[in-house]
């Protein structure tokens, strides 16, 4: 199928891209600049377009996805992604606005497929991430596009963990320091917000080596520690 990918150029996306070039056609990346205070994460998603030789979209609508310590003067909590706090990340309706639009790109384009990265571990606290959101936006679009074009949503780590897409990018050679996942956007990544403690805690569950440089390199094995604890109790 002719796929275009859905890329912010964190780890799991990139991921995908690599297995999407692996296993189908992939024909584009799309990614967007919707004023993240980690905008960086763009280089890296234009990095991977380079490197699988692909053309790459950046749709710009920062300004409008308010509300959320992405794109607000909101300071972006430290811990598991699990924790409560850590909702202070939800960007309302960011997925369901991102995939609409790649959906007209790609009717436009005449792409088979639409791919998207979300997986199991987005659960916990993002709602367009669940199953059941990938589910009701396929039958929307099919309505959507009725007559004009048949595009399927494509999200194979829905149901899975991160660690697994960490294998899976093994496997298709993704070069992970080639990724950006910290949402803070510093020189480095952090190793203490959400998206860095589920980034080194899936590289040890893989058992496979993070080439990662983390300003706290340790600081996961604490937050997973103490949410394993609130957890039981």
Not at 84 to 96: G, I
Not at 135 to 152: C, I, P, T
Not at 180 to 203: D, I, M, N, P
Request: net charge negative; glycine share 8%.
């Amino acid at each position: 199928m002719k796929t275009i990918v859905v890329c912010s150029g964190g780890l799991d996306s990139v991921t995908l891209a690599h297995k999407v070039a692996a296993e189908q056609q992939l024909i584009g990346l799309v990614s967007f600049d919707y004023g993240q205070r980690h905008r960086k994460e763009l280089d890296f998603a234009a990095s991977c377009a380079a490197r699988l030789s692909v053309p790459h979209q950046i749709i710009d609508i920062g300004g409008h996805l308010s509300g959320s310590a992405l794109t607000d003067n909101v300071e972006v909590p430290d811990g598991h992604y699990a924790e409560e706090t850590m909702k202070a990340t939800v960007v309302p309706n960011r997925n369901a606005i991102m995939l609409a639009i790649a959906f007209g790109l790609a009717a436009a384009q005449k792409a088979d497929a639409v791919a998207v990265a979300v997986h199991g571990g987005d659960h916990f606290i993002y709602p367009d991430c669940r199953p059941g959101f990938i589910d009701a936006f396929q039958r929307m679009q099919n309505e959507a596009l009725d007559g004009y074009a048949s595009v399927k949503l494509l999200a194979p780590y829905v149901d899975v963990s991160k660690a697994a897409i960490v294998v899976d990018g093994e496997k298709h050679g993704t070069p992970f320091s080639e990724t950006w996942s910290c949402y803070k956007g510093g020189k480095l990544h952090c190793g203490r917000c959400g998206t860095c403690v589920e980034r080194r805690e899936a590289f040890d569950l893989a058992g496979v080596p993070d080439p990662t440089e983390y300003e706290d390199r340790d600081f996961w094995k604490a937050a997973v520690s103490r949410y394993s604890a609130t957890e039981v109790r």
